[in-house]
């Protein structure tokens, strides 16, 4: 058998990293070509994940906190694509998820928490790209909680109470994609 060499490659790495920057991959530091919109919108529809998480939290006036998070997750091989969506939509960060304990392969998870960078980025490119599937209808309650918590209603009972419903409404779009019936 013929032995290989390894030689170190001299071509550029997937992204650009400030070395002075620790944790997540954002925007400022990928050097990569935009996807077209509507291919993006597709991945969304297919991978991508809307969901809003409330615990307790004892500064908050409330005694909760709402979190929304959208993220899309995919084998660490398939990197490049949660890049080049993170630069079509404009925000979010990657981040690396190791599986070693389950024995899967590496992740990588790219994610937007930010009801700012929601309100900015996510929602006008999914408004003028909109979902055709199954994510279409969490988007549009997920939508509506982060429009509610940047009017400041999660801060109040009854705002609080409301962000519930929807949530509740959407986990039940997440169960009905699940069951399959009689099989």
Avoid at 66 to 78: T, Y
Avoid at 120 to 138: G, I, R, T, V, W
Wanted: hydrophobic share 30%; aromatic share 10%; charged share 35%.
């Amino acid at each position: 058998m013929r032995e290989v060499s390894r030689v170190r490659s001299t071509k550029r790495k997937p992204f650009e990293r400030n070395p002075k920057l620790k944790g997540p991959i954002g925007k400022e530091q990928i050097r990569r070509k935009k996807l077209n919109p509507h291919y993006v919108a597709g991945f969304i529809d297919g991978e991508g994940s809307f969901s809003i998480s409330i615990g307790k939290h004892k500064t908050t006036k409330s005694g909760f906190d709402v979190r929304p998070e959208f993220e899309i997750e995919v084998r660490k091989d398939d990197q490049v694509i949660l890049e080049r969506i993170l630069v079509t939509i404009g925000c979010g960060k990657i981040f690396d998820c190791s599986y070693d304990r389950y024995g899967w392969y590496p992740h990588a998870k790219y994610k937007i928490t930010s009801n700012k960078d929601m309100r900015e980025y996510l929602f006008p490119f999914l408004d003028a790209c909109p979902l055709q599937a199954k994510n279409l209808e969490s988007y549009k309650l997920f939508k509506k909680i982060v429009l509610m918590m940047l009017q400041k209603k999660h801060l109040t009972k009854k705002g609080l109470e409301e962000i519930r419903r929807v949530r509740d409404k959407m986990r039940t779009l997440g169960k009905k994609a699940r069951t399959y019936g009689n099989r």
